[in-house]
């Protein structure tokens, strides 16, 4: 590989131990270009975000301690990762929660922070990571060049979710990384911020750094994409259900994205379409056991069609509405009149299944529940059960492989199905049961497709 960039979140970057494995796992990779991409520490950008409130509502102290509070930490990592260089980063750091300590201040003369000075605020914190991160690295003798977000991530000025210009910024990255990556320089430089064509400092909405770094891998035409977190990548179920899950090595962005929806909370899919769609292979990496090889998310499914079911995924605290017409006949505009009542309401229906007169549907907030069952009443006959799960089975090849369903069926005939259903994608079969019932499901199917005697090494570890 020539050219990589890597991610390393808030928990990879929390306190001194953790910055020195990242530079570990840093210098350890033998790539020659190497963009590292850094968070805020742990907890710090909702810190600087409470702060400002605080401020807002006329409590200054408070706000000024809660930085102080930061202050002490940044400093007290800095003092235990450098040596010569501390004095000089330590004053730097001073300097920026005078800033930081002003700004408050403001804040609170005016009684209001704008999505403006939210974005200023939050930015000291990927500032702060990478500031102390790049001199780590400089102190244990390595080229490595700071270079600050805000001079290529160019963004509109929709504050607080701002959108990146792609227009622009493939000519800011050559003019400020690529010269860095040529001196042979680690580059060290910030997800989630960024900057107006003016100037103006801009956040790209929490938990922006994935989405940064499949930016300037993409438009970089970089070789892999590493997203480093706390944990080993995407299992094959939840490995509290079952212990002996099995980390998936390689998956599509379709299977991502709906085991993402299913809440495997690695990462959003959707903040790495730039990657994907170029493409470029993006691996979820545990940057505190960094031997791990993690899950590496493709754009094209496997279909040497060795695997079929890549993972099995669930919802709880689920509600099960059925919902059957009471007109004599087959009225036309039954299913709009019901789906209707849900778009009212706002509430997101999750599965369906339906025939001509009937429909179930399933729904995790319950806020309008009454209501939306009130209006249903009007002309249909409604039932709602509460305690239900959904277990969706996931994978690509589901699509071209027969039997699949009949096998998931057959694991499980001694627990009651309440509703099927097979997405459009038809790469899961999802189906809903008793949330009593949720382990035992879980893990039947999984002894049924992943037992370790016939589990394919090349994709399962
Ligand atoms: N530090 C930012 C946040 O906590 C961005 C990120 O971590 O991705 O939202
Ligand atoms: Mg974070």
Redesign the pocket.
């Known amino acids: 590989m020539k050219r990589i960039v890597m991610k390393f ?2 928990t990879s970057v929390e306190d001194s131990a953790a910055m020195k494995r990242v530079a570990g796992i840093v210098l350890a990779q033998n790539c020659p270009e190497r963009i590292v991409v850094l ?2 520490a742990a907890g ?3 810190q600087l975000l409470h702060a400002g409130e605080l401020a807002a509502q006329g409590q200054e102290t408070m706000a000024t301690a809660l930085l102080s509070s930061l202050r002490t930490r940044h400093k007290g990592i800095a003092e235990e990762l450098l040596t010569s260089s501390c004095p000089s980063i330590c004053a730097t750091i001073d300097s920026w929660f005078d800033e930081l300590d002003d700004l408050a201040h403001g804040i609170a003369i005016l009684g209001e922070a704008t999505p403006r000075s939210f974005d200023l605020l ?1 930015s000291f ?2 500032r702060l990571s990478s500031l102390i991160f790049h001199a780590y690295l400089k102190s244990l003798g390595h080229a490595a060049e700071l270079v600050d977000a805000r001079l290529f991530m160019i963004t509109d000025a929709h504050y607080t979710h701002a959108v990146p210009d792609l227009g622009i910024i493939p000519a800011t990255l050559d003019q400020h990384v690529i010269p860095a990556l040529r001196r042979g320089a680690v580059v060290v430089t910030q ?2 911020i960024g900057a107006t064509p003016n100037g103006i400092t801009t956040t790209i909405g ?5 989405h940064s770094a499949a930016l300037i891998g993409s438009l970089l035409e970089a070789d892999e994409i590493q997203i480093w977190t706390d944990v080993d990548g995407i299992l094959t179920a939840d490995p509290s259900i079952v212990p002996d899950a099995h980390r998936i090595k390689v998956m599509s962005f379709m299977e991502a994205s709906e085991l993402a929806y299913f809440g495997a909370r690695v990462l959003h899919p959707e903040t790495i379409l730039p990657a994907i769609s170029k493409n470029i292979p993006v691996r979820v990496l545990n940057s505190r056991r960094p031997s791990s090889h993690g899950t590496a998310i493709i754009a094209q499914a496997d279909t040497s069609g060795q695997c079929t079911v890549k993972s099995i995924a669930y919802k709880e605290d689920i509600t099960l509405i059925s919902i059957v017409s009471t007109r004599m006949f087959l009225a036309h505009g039954f299913l709009e009149n019901v789906f209707d009542v849900f778009h009212k309401y706002r509430t997101v229906v999750h599965t369906v299944a339906t025939s001509d007169i009937s429909v179930s549907a399933t729904i995790n907030d319950t806020g309008r529940l009454d209501e939306i069952i009130g209006e249903l009443r009007q002309f249909a006959t409604v039932t709602a059960a509460k305690a239900k799960a959904i277990v969706c089975v996931v994978g690509d090849n589901l699509r071209n492989s027969q039997g699949i369903a009949a096998r998931v069926l057959h694991a499980i005939t001694s627990v009651n199905i309440n509703m099927i259903s097979q997405g459009a994608s038809e790469i899961n079969i999802s189906f809903v049961v008793d949330e009593g019932h949720l382990d035992t499901v879980v893990r039947l199917l999984h002894e049924e497709f992943f037992n370790s005697r016939d589990i394919n090494r090349e994709i399962f570890d």
């Open positions: 979140g808030g968070s805020a710090v950008t909702s939050a914190g990927e997800g989630f929490r938990g922006g750094s994935d």
